[in-house]
């Protein structure tokens, strides 16, 4: 038997996003906007919004699936599902039990995860946990969002920021520090802001029955932006130096910076904070916005797809979230 620590392993990634693509022009046509106001607010260019009939569990078991070809393994092989979500298909159940069974994971616990866009990594960290401790052999961490549902199409505010779609990641035990091995997870909450970035109406407060969720519209949205921005710099910051110190390593050491995917500048300040250059941050949120828990898991997809993530680099992820919920975490592709 190998005595050396269990350790987690990603083995297979996938990704899966709605076909109808909303364009900043399209965005001039329903708010007093401009493509120049968002391209050099936010870097966006344009988002993909789910249709009638397609909900958050439609891309997390897609972007499921993908994974877990690329991992070849058998969904029935998979005992744990985390499902990170801020817009799950029902307040109860949770998304990841009906992800489990459209996928056929029937020896699979499943849960749903709460920690905004933080959501994958927290469930990264949560499944790394369980491997570690020898409790699960082969979990799949999902981030899945249809934030459209919850944004005020007629407030140009957070309208133009947000988007849809799934990302998932096939996480193993393995011995030793093999291939794609997951170096460390780090999370963290600031409970004392969780009003800055919210959704006010249908939880136990203001319950969706109640005429003054509908009167206010408190199914929505609610960001202030400016203080969100201040802190997402600040904490995704910390994250980052967190995994960086844990690991004994310098921001040199890094081959590929993976942000979440909330606003161009936001990346670009904490990446000079962390003096990455420009040409180690992975950027794909001109075609996607911000879609929430899921942003991480697209961006890894893609980079790994596209050939940009090369065996043996060192890889940092960092997200941030309403909560306020901060993350990051460590490969050694
Ligand atoms: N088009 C044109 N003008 C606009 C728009 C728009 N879509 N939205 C706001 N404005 C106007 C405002 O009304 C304001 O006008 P005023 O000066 O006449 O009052 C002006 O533009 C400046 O507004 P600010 O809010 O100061 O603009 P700022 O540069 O801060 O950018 C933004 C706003 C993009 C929301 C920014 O604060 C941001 O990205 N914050 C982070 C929010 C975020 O990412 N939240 C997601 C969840 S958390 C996360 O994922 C990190």
Redesign the pocket.
Known sequence: MDSTPLRSRITGTGSALPDKILTNADLERM????DE??TS??GIKQRRIASEGEFTSTFAVLAARRALEMANCSPEDVDLIVLGTATPDFPFPSTACIVQHEIGARNAAAFDVSAA?SGFLYGLSIADKYIRSGAAKKTLVIGAEVLSRIVDWSD??TC??FGDGAGAAVVEAAHGDGNNALLSTHIFSNGSCWEL?YQPGCGSRNPASNSQTLDEKLFYIK?E??D??KH?VRAMEDACTAALDANHLAPNDISLFIP?Q??RR?IDAVSKRLAMPTEKVFVNLHNYG?T?AASVPIALDEAYRSGVIKSDDLIMMAA???GFTYSSALIRW
């Open positions: 708010v007093d906007t401009n106001w968002i607010r936010t866009c140009r505010n133009i920021l970035l960001m932006g400016n969100v921005f997402a979440h909330a606003n936001i911000n929430s941030f979230g309403g």
